[in-house]
């Protein structure tokens, strides 16, 4: 192939690349079913079963789901790990709180397989690195596994040996944080709940850390969600531990892969700069030398696709006071866990301004997920009205009486809990009280100031009391003096209301009452999206509302006995619409929409010069037109493929809108040519392939002079001599052409 078209397809796969938002909805990868629940054949080929959720049958849309705490917990794993890293805690809370399991997101961090690259897109994009799998996975659970050990087929666990395994769980930790923005984006839909807990163990904090921290990584509405971190032997600032050094507590490490790369704390040959990841700098192997002979895989920590941006480090961004945190720290070795020192390990090293949880355990890094006793510290309700946990009413929540950490000022467990009353009325408190504690409860207001008496358990196992509030936010705040065996039976409490309607809800009518259709706009960038309804009641009046992308609001009236409604107008983004009965409008249902477009045209090509059959990759329609050379071909699926003649062949591809506009191509397939002998003395043999009557050669220098050029007349035997007699000994570079050739080799003259 020429090389001017060469970089053509380049350019054109670059812009491929780059035309995808980064913020679309993630399309899940298929995969066998029982990749869910079977992991990849170990070394000894045996596949073993993976934690599930539990069923009520065989039927996994009738899995089974309670959840029990006011948040969900997702569970981050760290380097070289999986999620099966929290098997031991969880199966603790299974069996001594009946937590629920929602599931497992399986998620690959390197989906094309290309080390040396990286990207923060997302499948089908293109070059993707992070593609999400089908998962199992239920509605309103209490915690839930992410998983990044994952093969390119979506196996679990694939042998490192494995053809399928490129490191997905040795990936940038900027790759980790954008896939979390899917992870608690979906964890909030199954669950309901506004907010979500974040667990990691080593480098699984930093995951989330990055996710909390780089507001791209964000929902839609820009806020993070997040309720509580909580980091267990997670290396904050850095660590400089090596596999070979460590032996079996980190084998199967790779010290060139990205999140080797940006764990550093410094760099071995670069002593005096710190962790760019972590700390700050330039993208540049003379800041990031690590290894004496070779370098990591690639320097793109911000995973944006370009080398050598000024990096502002993760402990240079702000953390926010709205989260409670807890570090859990591992000091088997007095200093360290033998892979963090206990410095690392704790946040405050790093941020004074925002208090802290801290709780040690002597144990090794790799054991520190199994501490129950130190993880239900660390998942302790927060004891700061500022960052309480925002309950319901009519709901049964489970809460934790345990010990406080070692910068607490005071011993006794402080539960706080918010709600919030739409009118007035009397409010009752109930609270089941384990007998292996005494606990106090009261109500507060948002001034700080305690409504009414304290109410203690006084030795029995419950809590019960009313109050009549006004309208407003609340505190319910629960507390007792802990002791090292309080943890293992939780309190229980619902919130109930007897003299004022609940605070409204969404859900009040019927869904079924209202049949909506979405129609995508006609081109990219047009506001031609249309949004309609058919309504079954009609012997109401109603008010919709929709609101959506860029602060769009719109209301509208429905007059009794209308059984349709639509909007025009509408561009591309999410919208939610809300129908309420004017007369009540209080009830309502409420429905989020997305109104898409089309996909800008995508096109990859592939020619295999040695057969001259190009393969075209195409995205961003259902049907396409491909034309070769003026012939045109009707395509249904992504890929066509074709065998090109021989010359200059022109390529387009349009699909049936022309808004995403064409495709175009030239390719040149040469002729089979040779020459001999090489090196020659004088007369030089040129065979070529094809019918052409003529050709030309040229003849340069390494430099590209032009050392002699020449017609040829190519005879019946397709082979021409050319005398070379004349030409000093050296080194050339002879081109031929036609029509049909175009053909280079370097010919040694003796």
Not at 371 to 392: K, R, V, W
Request: charged share 15%.
């Amino acid at each position: 192939m020429r090389p001017k078209l060469l970089f053509l397809l380049f350019l054109n796969f670059v812009l491929i690349s780059t035309s995808y938002s980064q913020n679309i909805i993630p399309i899940v990868k298929e995969r066998p079913a029982d990749f869910e629940y079977l992991s990849a054949p170990d070394s000894l080929g045996i596949r073993h079963q993976i934690k599930m959720p539990k069923t009520i049958n065989t039927n996994k849309s009738s899995q089974v789901s309670e959840a029990k705490i006011p948040y969900p917990i997702i569970f981050i794993h760290g380097l070289n790990s999986s999620s099966e890293t929290w098997d031991s805690t969880t199966g603790f809370m299974d069996t001594n709180y009946s937590f629920t399991y929602g599931g497992r997101f399986d998620i690959n961090l390197n989906f094309d397989g290309d080390k040396n690259n990286a990207n923060k897109n997302i499948y089908p994009v293109l070059g993707a690195d992070i593609a999400f799998y089908s998962i199992p996975a239920v509605s309103n659970a209490d915690y839930y596994y992410v998983n990044f050990d994952v093969g390119i087929d979506g196996s679990f666990k694939p042998n490192p040996s494995s053809a399928m395994y490129n490191l997905s769980n040795q990936s940038a930790i900027a790759k980790q944080g954008k896939a979390l923005q899917y992870v608690v984006n979906k964890v909030m839909q199954l669950t309901g709940k506004d907010k979500v807990i974040l667990m990691g163990h080593s480098m699984g904090g930093l995951a989330a850390r990055e996710y909390i921290q780089n507001q791209d990584n964000w929902q839609n509405d820009n806020q993070h969600h997040v309720a509580k971190l909580v980091t267990t032997g997670t290396p904050h600032g850095g660590s400089n531990a090596s596999a070979s050094f460590l032996g079996t507590i980190l084998i199967g490490i790779d010290n060139k892969s990205e999140a080797v790369r940006d764990l550093r704390t410094s760099y071995f040959y670069s002593p005096n700069a710190p962790g760019v990841f972590l700390f700050g700098g330039v993208e540049s192997n003379s800041v990031m030398n690590d290894m004496l002979l070779s370098n990591f895989y690639n320097l793109d920590v911000n995973c944006n696709a370009i080398i050598g941006d000024n990096v502002i480090g993760l402990n240079r961004k702000n953390l926010f006071s709205t989260i409670d945190y807890s570090c859990i720290i591992g000091t088997l070795l007095g200093s360290s866990d033998g892979v963090v020192n206990t410095t690392s390990a704790d946040l405050n090293t790093y941020y004074q301004n925002i208090t802290r949880n801290v709780f040690k355990v002597s144990t090794s890094h790799s054991s520190l997920p199994d501490q129950n006793y130190q993880n239900m510290q660390g998942l302790d309700e927060p004891n700061n009205y500022d960052t309480a946990y925002s309950i319901g009413f009519n709901k049964i929540h489970y809460g934790f009486v345990t010990e406080q950490s070692l910068n607490s000022p005071s011993n006794v467990d402080y539960d706080d809990y918010t709600f919030t009353l739409t009118s007035g009325g009397q409010m009752n408190i109930n609270i089941g009280v384990p007998l292996s504690v005494n606990l106090n409860a009261r109500i507060v207001d948002v001034n700080g100031t305690i409504i009414g008496s304290n109410f203690s358990s006084n030795g029995t196992n419950i809590i019960s009391f009313s109050k009549n509030l006004n309208a407003g936010k609340y505190y319910l705040e629960i507390y007792g003096l802990p002791s090292t065996t309080t943890y293992l039976s939780p309190y229980v409490f619902n919130l109930t209301v007897d003299t004022f309607s609940l605070p409204p809800t969404i859900f009040s009518l019927n869904a079924s009452n209202f049949k909506l259709q979405v129609e995508s706009n006609s081109c990219i960038g047009k506001k031609t999206g249309k949004i309609s309804a058919t309504i079954t009641n009609t012997n109401y009046a109603y008010q919709v509302t929709v609101t959506g992308v860029n602060s769009y609001t719109s209301t509208q009236a429905i007059p009794v006995g209308t059984g349709t409604w639509s909007i025009t107008g509408l561009e591309k983004g999410k919208y939610t619409i809300c129908f309420a009965i004017a007369s009540e409008p209080t009830q309502k249902q409420c429905f989020d929409i997305e109104v898409t477009e089309p996909e800008p045209l995508s096109v990859y090509a592939k020619v295999d010069n040695s057969t001259g059959i190009v393969n075209l990759a195409m995205l961003g329609a259902k049907n396409y037109t491909v034309s070769v050379n003026g012939k045109a071909t009707s395509v249904s699926s992504s890929n066509f493929s074709t065998l090109l003649p021989t010359g200059l062949n022109s390529i387009s591809v349009t699909t049936d809108k022309d808004c995403q506009g064409v495709y175009q191509q030239e390719i040149f397939i040469s002729e089979k040519a040779f020459i001999y002998p090489n090196p020659t003395f004088g007369v030089l043999h040129i065979f070529v392939g094809g019918t052409e009557n003529t050709i030309s050669y040229n003849l340069t220098d390494l430099s590209g002079a032009t050392i002699k050029k020449t017609n040829l007349i190519v005879v019946e035997t397709r082979e021409v001599e050319v005398d070379l007699s004349g030409i000093p000994q050296g080194n050339y570079i002879i081109n031929i052409n036609s029509k049909t050739v175009s053909q280079s080799f370097k010919l040694i003259k003796l």
